[in-house]
């Protein structure tokens, strides 16, 4: 009988993770009234170079099978996106997490929500969230792809990181000593 542990790792993965204050290793020193709100925190993305980009699918209803495919392809697609941004979207960092609960409605719809969490990882501790955003989309069965998807994951995330950081397109070239 071969048994599915993703919704158990998915468990344990999630069981670590918690929104809570930014702890003393954060970007914000605590008298300079950053936001309560992580919604309202896309400040503590500046001079971000790198995260642990991940895509996690936590709902799967209606779809059918192929649901870890799926995962896999929008994994690489997001980090391919982040990177595009300029962020190193596999290094040893904090977490960019993707989240999407995916839905099929009949034959012919989509619906799936997404959620984009910045975590400040925390070694050996619940992990806190430090910005979010997120939405929900509805698209015709033939338009979803997992590249589709994790668009609006790496939209957002391009869009808060460009406020505070300058995209590497505008970025001055290296010198060479």
């Known amino acids: 009988m071969k048994r599915n542990l993703a919704p158990l790792a998915l468990?344990?993965?999630?069981?670590?993770?918690?929104?809570?204050?930014?702890?003393?290793?954060?970007?914000?020193?605590p008298d300079n009234g950053a936001a309560v709100f992580p919604a309202n925190n896309g400040r503590i993305l500046a001079g971000v170079t790198e995260v642990d980009a991940q895509v996690l699918v936590l709902n799967w209803l209606e779809m059918g099978e192929g649901q870890d495919g799926f995962r896999a392809a929008a994994q690489e697609a997001f980090r391919a996106a982040v990177g595009a941004t300029g962020v190193a979207p596999d290094r040893n960092a904090n977490f960019l997490f993707c989240e999407l609960k995916v839905a099929g409605v009949g034959r012919a719809a989509v619906v799936y929500s997404w959620t984009l969490g910045y975590y400040e990882y925390v070694v050996g501790g619940a992990h806190h969230l430090q910005w979010t955003t997120g939405g929900i989309v509805r698209v015709g069965r033939t338009n979803f792809s997992p590249a589709a998807a994790i668009e609006e994951?790496?939209?957002?995330?391009?869009?808060?990181?460009?406020r505070w950081n300058r995209p590497a397109q505008e970025?001055?070239?290296a010198s060479v000593p």
């Open 153 to 162: 994951c790496a939209g957002g995330f391009k869009l808060e990181w460009s």
């Open 11 to 29: 468990a344990v993965l999630l069981g670590v993770v918690a929104v809570g204050p930014a702890s003393a290793q954060s970007a914000f020193p």
């Open 171 to 173: 970025q001055p070239p």
